[in-house]
């Protein structure tokens, strides 16, 4: 079959149900569906949106047998994906309302056959179905309804959306009837990076490593509606939020040349986020920030935490004055975009607050108690019904954040301190991993079953790879190590690289190291119950050492393939979705651990992390001396 994939997006086309157009069945969006079948939306890799029926005798082979039709690409050219699964065969775990991608294989890719997009006259017409279609039908969308109601209502009435310009991404205000914004809408496929991206951030297909590099293009929609379904009890202010599959003429479409050339006049489909419009008088980049609330700064901060949120820059914090007598100076925050949240890997957070003195204000009773209850296994259950597409790699990531928080505010650590522990530092060029992620390394490396033979120094390249053996390298490696030691808990440092040492070193800082716990000095071991697990992971730190290359560029971690065998492939499949992903920037990841290894490695992570914590409270202890009595509160 010719392939007409050579056709830049000329149109994107919303074809509603198009198989119900090809067999004449689709009677528009009041036709009952029968109960055995499934709607789903088929995303081409550049964005275009094809509604499908599945019938219960459909597989993925019949399925892209449609497709094919419709683009005119051979089948076996093609992959069907849906979060981690890529589809070879049986559909049942493809839910109602599902957005499934398709995306040329590799080998079909070339920059002379740059699209999938609908080729076909047939498919070339408007959608039939409703302008906005709320994807998924939880309860948990019922109070967007409404919403969404009243926004069709207008633009059945001519209340047309408006571009917003601010932004790296399109986005577009959708109104009421009395022409005020209502909701913010943000395509999937205008994304940075995106092949629609109006703003000129284009070059990427979905599905590719995006922005973030542990954030696929394409993927920012579901982790906004993530982060309102995470908000409990609208605890950090998150506006509400659903994925929609919305219709209308005012999307943006690259069109090669003639870029844009179709905007104004065709009606496009887009699987996008659409979130309430929460009037405000600012964002936090316009304001001082002294007069922002304690509390409201502690809910955004533990929201950012759980969720590991890569992009809470100032911008992302909308500020409302309150009126009245009794809230005057008085400010509301709401925070929004949450797209770069729930990475696959650990990236570098960006949490603004950090700095701020309200976040090295202890939590109060009322957060340390929502903090305790918090339940990242029930979250991940409620996320996977919600979002059947997230990523099981984007569900580690909570679970392990949120561990990581219920045992750092247990300990006794405030909000900077935790968000410090989970940032990175840069000397120069050089990126250093995060306290959090060493703890990783090392509670991945006592997971793992070490095959000595992995370690191999790279030849013709100018990384040293640290072997904590090699007596000779000893004085050449220290210098290098020191940005590295200088994160690593103390327990880890040694002059000399020397086990015995290290132990040695283990219990002189074990009693030199007092914090301050309820009030009272005590010691750190005494205070966590770990000294006999300290100095297990102290004998064991060569093993994650072996793994951070050092070198001019910075670090590099060489995890998850070992010599002779891959290790970590879990039942799920979800290691072969996260090929795409440059290992580079990412210290630790967790899409290469099998169901066991992961649950053996949340073990060790757990007991690895009051240690860590002793010894940023005791950084803290120190800093605080040093700036003297005008930062205490
Ligand atoms: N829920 C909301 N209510 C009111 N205004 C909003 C809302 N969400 C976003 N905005 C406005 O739209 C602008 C663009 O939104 P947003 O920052 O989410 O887009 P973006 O393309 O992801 O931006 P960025 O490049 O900063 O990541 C914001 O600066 C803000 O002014």
Redesign the pocket.
């Given at each position: 079959m010719a392939s007409k994939l050579d056709s830049p997006v000329q149109t994107q086309v919303a074809v509603a149900v198009f198989n119900g157009i090809c067999n004449g069945e689709y009677h528009g969006n009041t036709r009952a569906r029968p109960s055995r079948t499934r709607r789903v939306f088929v995303q081409t890799e550049t964005g275009c949106v094809l509604g499908l029926e599945l019938d219960r005798n459909d597989n993925a082979h019949t399925v892209k047998r449609r497709l094919q039709l419709a683009l005119n690409v051979p089948t076996d050219e093609s992959s069907l994906t849906y979060g981690d699964l890529t589809l070879k065969n049986d559909l049942s775990a493809i839910r109602n309302d599902s957005p499934l991608l398709l995306t040329r294989n590799a080998m079909h890719r070339s920059s002379s056959t740059p699209c999938l997009s609908p080729t076909g006259k047939t498919f070339q017409q408007g959608d039939q179905s409703g302008p906005i279609e709320i994807l998924g039908c939880s309860n948990r969308f019922a109070g967007t309804t409404e919403l969404v109601k009243d926004i069709i209502r207008a633009i059945k009435n001519g209340v047309d959306p408006i571009p917003?310009n601010?932004?790296?991404?399109g986005?577009y205000y959708f109104r009421n009837i009395k022409g005020e914004n209502a909701a913010?809408v943000?395509p999937t496929d205008e994304e940075p990076f995106a092949p629609n991206n109006p703003k000129g951030f284009v070059g990427k297909a979905l599905g590719q490593p995006g922005l973030k590099h542990s954030v696929r293009v394409g993927e920012t929609g579901f982790r906004e509606v993530a982060a309102y379904l995470l908000d409990y009890g609208h605890f950090a202010n998150v506006?509400p939020t659903v994925l929609v599959k919305v219709t209308h003429s005012v999307f943006n479409v690259n069109d090669g040349v003639n870029r844009n050339k179709h905007q104004k006049k065709k009606k496009v489909s887009k699987i996008a986020s659409l979130?309430?419009?929460?009037p405000?008088d600012f964002?936090a980049s316009d304001h001082g920030t002294s007069s922002f609330p304690v509390d409201a700064i502690h809910r955004i901060g533990i929201l950012d935490i759980r969720i590991f949120n890569t992009?809470r820059h100032a911008?992302?914090l909308?500020v409302r004055k309150l009126s009245g007598v009794e809230g005057f100076g008085q400010v509301e925050l709401i925070p929004?975009?949450h797209?770069l949240c729930l990475p696959e890997s650990l990236e570098d957070p960006y949490f603004e607050w950090i700095h701020w003195p309200q976040a090295s204000i202890p939590f109060s009773a009322d957060e340390l108690e929502y903090i305790k209850n918090l339940d990242p296994v029930r979250d991940c259950d409620m996320l996977r019904a919600e979002l059947p597409m997230i990523r099981e790699a984007c569900l580690r990531v909570l679970v392990l954040c949120s561990i990581f928080l219920q045992e750092a505010a247990a300990f006794g650590l405030c909000l900077a301190e935790i968000g410090e522990m989970m940032s990175r530092e840069f000397h120069g060029q050089e990126e250093e991993p995060s306290e959090l992620e060493v703890v990783c390394l090392e509670a991945k490396e006592l997971t793992m079953e070490i095959d000595m033979s992995f370690f191999e120094s790279d030849e013709g390249d100018n990384e040293f790879q640290f072997d904590m053996d090699c007596e000779a390298a000893e004085v050449n490696v220290a210098p290098k190590m020191s940005g590295l030691f200088a994160k690593l808990p103390f327990y880890y440092r040694s002059e000399s690289f020397n086990e015995k040492n290290l132990l040695a070193q283990v219990d002189e800082n074990l009693e030199e190291s007092e914090i301050q716990v309820d009030g009272g000095p005590i010691s750190a071991a005494v205070a966590c119950g770990h000294k006999d697990d300290w100095v297990y992971t102290a004998s064991r730190l060569s093993l994650s050492l072996k793994k951070v290359n050092l070198g001019e560029k910075g670090f590099h971690y060489h995890g998850g393939k070992q010599k002779g065998k891959m290790i970590g492939y879990s039942s799920r499949m979800i290691r072969s979705a996260n090929e795409h992903l440059p290992t580079s920037t990412s210290f630790v990841k967790f899409a290469d651990m099998s169901e066991e290894e992961w649950n053996l490695f949340i073990e060790k992570f757990k007991e690895l992390l009051y240690p860590a914590f002793a010894k940023r409270r005791s950084r803290t202890i120190v800093q605080r001396q040093r700036l003297g009595t005008s930062c205490q509160f």
């Open positions: 917003v601010s932004g790296l991404g986005a913010i943000k506006p979130q309430q419009f929460i405000h964002d992009d911008g992302n909308l929004i975009d797209g």
